[in-house]
C-alpha cells in the first residue's frame, strides 16, 4: 500500500519533544528554538503582488542581497545560483532526493545533525564518518563546520583547508551547512569551506530561523553551476516556491540599517546565556559530566561520567518538566551511550538553574 521508503519511517523525536514546550512550567533545553525575547515584531507595508505566485528561485531582491553576502564571505555565489528555500530542512531533503539512491555512501561527521541524518536514511544513504583530513569515502559529504550541531565544535582553519582540497581532488560533492556562523562568542575560522573550493562541485545552505524568526521558514542555498539547475527543478516539484510573505518580512529587516546591529545584539545576549548556562552547569554537573562552553551556536554538548543511555532517561525527565535531546539520537551509527545535548538560548536564567538541578537530580537517583 505505501512505498517502502515509508516502512522504516519513524516520528521525529526532537519534533515530538518541542510539542511539550508550552506545557505550563515545562523547562526545554532539547530544540534549538531562539529566545522568544529575541524574535522580531516586522510591519509589513503589503503590495498585493506579494501574496501572488512568485519565481521558483525566490525574490530576486532577496536573492541579490544573499548573494552579495555570500560573495562577501568569499563563495562563488552569484544571485542566479541562490536558491530561497522554505527552511533550510528543505535544502537537505532536496540534496538527499538530487544524490542519494538506497545504499549511496553519504560521508558525516559523527554525531551530527538529527534531522539530516533522518532525512538521508528516509532516502536510504549507506553512511560513512567523516576524516577531515581525507578524502570521503562516498560521493556526497554533509558537514556542519560552524558550531556543529549537536556538538557546537568549530572545525580549524586546516581542517577546513583539507575538506575542500579532498572535495575538490575527489570528486566528492561537498554539502555545507551553515545556520550558526552569525552566532560567534569566541574566536574560530568561520571562514566556509566552500569558499575555499575552486572548482569541483558543492552546495552551501544557511538560514534566518536563527538569527531572525524560525517560524517564517525561510533558508537559502547557494551551488556550483553543474548542480544548481537540477536543485531548482526538485524545488519546483516540491512546493513551487517558498512563501513571498515570509520573503518580504525578511528582505526588508536584511535590508535596514539596524540589521548589522541586530546581529551584534544578538550575539551578544546568546553570549550571557551561555555564560549563565555554564555556570549552572558547574554548581550542578560537576562531578556527572564533562563539556566545553562552545564558541558560537545553540548547544552544549555533555559526555556524561558513566555510559547512560540517556533516552531512558528521557520520559522521567518530562514527568518533572525538564525536556532535553538524548545524545544518542545524533548518532549514524553505533551511538556512545551517555551523552546528551542541551540547548541554552531558550530558557531563562531561573529556568536554567531549576531545569538543571532536576536534570542532576535524576543522575543521582540514576
Known amino acids: 500500500m505505501f512505498s517502502h521508503r515509508v516502512a522504516a519511517l519513524r516520528p521525529s523525536p526532537i519534533r515530538e519533544i518541542l ?197 517564517l521558514r525561510l533558508g537559502f542555498l547557494a551551488a556550483s553551476d553543474d548542480l544548481f539547475p537540477r536543485l531548482v527543478m526538485l524545488k519546483q516539484a516540491v512546493d513551487l516556491h517558498s512563501s513571498s510573505l515570509s520573503q518580504k518580512i525578511v528582505l526588508d529587516a536584511i535590508t535596514a540599517g539596524t540589521w548589522p546591529g541586530r546581529l551584534t545584539d544578538l550575539a551578544a545576549f546568546y553570549r550571557r546565556r551561555r555564560d549563565t548556562f555554564d555556570a549552572a552547569l558547574h554548581r550542578h554537573f560537576d562531578g556527572h559530566a564533562t563539556w566545553s562552553p562552545p564558541d558560537g551556536g545553540l548547544f552544549f554538548w555533555l559526555r556524561l561520567d558513566r555510559p547512560v543511555d540517556t533516552r531512558t532517561l528521557l520520559p522521567e525527565a518530562i514527568t518533572r518538566n525538564v525536556a532535553f535531546m538524548p545524545g544518542e539520537e545524533f548518532y549514524a551509527g553505533e551511538p556512545r551511550l551517555g551523552t546528551l545535548r542541551l540547548n541554552f538560548s531558550h530558557a531563562d536564567a531561573d529556568a536554567t538553574e531549576r531545569g538543571l538541578r532536576t536534570l542532576a537530580d535524576l543522575l543521582t537517583e540514576q
Open 19 to 215: 510539542g511539550l514546550v508550552d506545557r505550563p512550567g515545562m523547562v526545554s533545553f532539547a530544540g534549538g528554538l531562539p529566545a522568544t525575547d529575541t524574535l522580531p515584531h516586522p510591519r509589513v507595508d503589503l503590495d498585493p503582488t506579494t501574496l501572488q505566485y512568485g519565481p521558483s528561485e525566490g525574490d530576486p531582491a532577496l536573492r541579490a542581497v544573499v548573494s552579495e553576502n555570500l560573495r562577501g564571505l568569499g563563495i562563488d555565489a552569484p544571485p542566479e545560483r541562490v536558491l530561497i528555500l522554505s527552511g533550510s530542512q528543505q535544502g537537505i531533503d532536496l540534496v538527499a532526493k538530487l544524490f542519494v539512491d538506497p545504499g549511496t555512501p553519504v560521508a558525516v561527521e559523527n554525531p551530527t545533525y538529527l534531522a539530516a541524518l533522518q532525512t538521508f536514511r528516509f532516502h536510504g544513504a549507506a553512511f560513512t564518518d567523516l576524516d577531515w583530513t581525507d578524502t570521503p569515502a562516498a560521493p556526497l559529504t554533509y558537514v556542519v563546520p560552524t558550531f556543529a550541531n549537536p556538538t557546537g565544535r568549530c572545525a580549524t582553519t586546516a581542517e577546513r583547508d583539507a575538506l575542500a582540497r579532498a572535495c575538490t581532488d575527489g570528486g566528492v560533492t561537498l554539502f555545507e551547512d551553515d545556520p550558526y556562523r552569525e552566532l560567534a562568542y569566541g574566536p574560530c575560522d568561520r571562514t566556509p569551506i566552500a569558499a575555499r573550493m575552486r572548482g569541483g562541485s558543492w552546495i552551501y545552505q544557511g538560514s534566518f530561523s536563527k538569527t531572525f524568526a524560525p517560524g
